[in-house]
């Protein structure tokens, strides 16, 4: 004979199956539950990079500010035309996109620093890379560290030879609006 009586469950289990796992079961509370896990992951996924089996860091290597603003005096300001530019701290993106700025006539201009990104969504970019020729051991192909927008008319890619590891700057055709 079975009893008609309800099961008793303990507190922490779950009516439907009766697993003991810490999932709320207020809606609210399930969200907050679920957003709580996603961000732990995402913050993951950020901080700790993807690691290849021969033990190096899949991906572009990330460039300082300081390193972004030593090698921008290898270029012009496209209004007064000097060679001192400062990276303003307080515009940095998550995202890799920084503002430039001229010291002495303080314009602005963005700095892109998702090489990795730009180079899957711009199917040229690697075609173009291959052709840059190293002005120190003539040699071809480079690696993409950084780009600027100076101008509508004026664009650059921050370059570092392959085979000697010169780092220059390159003016770039492709971002041109011309």
Same mark, same amino acid.
């Given at each position: 004979?079975?009893?008609?009586?309800?099961?008793?469950?303990?507190?922490?289990?779950?009516?439907?199956?009766?697993?003991?796992?810490?999932?709320?079961?207020?809606?609210?509370?399930?969200?907050?539950?679920?957003?709580?896990?996603?961000?732990?992951?995402?913050?993951?996924?950020?901080?700790?990079?993807?690691?290849?089996?021969?033990?190096?860091?899949?991906?572009?290597?990330?460039?300082?500010?300081?390193?972004?603003? %030593?090698?921008?005096? #290898?270029?012009r300001c496209?209004? &007064? $035309? !000097?060679? @001192?530019?400062?990276?303003?701290? =307080?515009?940095?993106?998550?995202?890799?996109?920084?503002?430039?700025?001229?010291?002495?006539?303080?314009?602005?201009?963005?700095?892109?620093?998702?090489?990795?990104?730009?180079?899957?969504?711009?199917?040229d970019i690697?075609?173009?890379?291959?052709?840059?020729?190293?002005?120190?051991?003539?040699?071809?192909?480079?690696?993409?560290?950084?780009?600027?927008?100076? %101008?509508?008319?004026? #664009?650059?890619?921050?370059?570092? &030879? $392959? !085979?000697? @590891?010169?780092?220059?700057?390159? =003016?770039?055709?492709?971002?041109?609006?011309?």
């Amino acid at each position: 004979m079975v009893p008609t009586a309800a099961v008793h469950r303990a507190p922490s289990e779950c009516a439907r199956c009766g697993s003991t796992g810490s999932i709320p079961t207020a809606p609210s509370t399930f969200f907050n539950f679920l957003l709580a896990q996603l961000q732990k992951r995402i913050q993951t996924a950020i901080l700790v990079p993807l690691v290849t089996s021969e033990g190096g860091i899949l991906g572009m290597r990330a460039i300082s500010v300081e390193q972004a603003e %030593s090698r921008l005096s #290898a270029v012009r300001c496209a209004i &007064c $035309k !000097t060679n @001192g530019f400062v990276i303003d701290r =307080r515009t940095m993106q998550p995202d890799g996109e920084w503002k430039g700025a001229c010291v002495k006539c303080r314009y602005s201009f963005p700095v892109h620093t998702d090489m990795e990104f730009y180079q899957r969504t711009q199917p040229d970019i690697p075609y173009r890379l291959k052709e840059i020729t190293c002005p120190a051991c003539q040699s071809r192909g480079v690696d993409l560290d950084f780009r600027i927008v100076m %101008s509508v008319r004026e #664009a650059h890619y921050f370059v570092t &030879c $392959k !085979t000697c @590891g010169h780092q220059f700057p390159e =003016r770039s055709t492709l971002e041109t609006f011309e």
